[in-house]
């Protein structure tokens, strides 16, 4: 965690979020020594919140999440959403075509600091 406060990452509420789903460990064996291994070493461990698609396109990768028009974009979501960004991979939100709106794609996830 302490790398993560000096370079920067999230805003401070995704941070805290972050912090709060890291410390549910796995009920799998395995999995729940290697999460602990990676709390030891300070990272934040999440398993919830990843994206639908991780797209290559161009020799760029980018990330997208679909939702209908009444499913919301959960916290844990814009937590992985915004950490990708700040890792220089876009992030984006598609809701599709209801009731005769064409929704389409829109950008989540591009806070630049812990802190802001």
Partial sequence: MAALEA???PGRALKDAAIRESYRPPKNEREAHV??????????????GWP???VIE????YAVEV???TDEFRPEQQLVATAL???GIDSYLWRGCEHGH??????V????????
Avoid: C, E, P
């Fill in 58 to 61: 161009n020799d760029k990768i």
């Fill in 67 to 69: 939702k209908n028009g």
């Fill in 35 to 48: 999460h602990g291994l990676l709390m030891a070493r300070g990272a934040v461990v999440l398993r919830r």
């Fill in 7 to 9: 370079s920067g990452g």
């Fill in 102 to 107: 064409n929704y389409g794609f829109q950008r």
């Fill in 85 to 87: 960004s700040w890792m």
């Fill in 109 to 116: 996830g591009y806070s630049r600091s812990w802190t802001d």
């Fill in 52 to 54: 639908d698609f991780a």
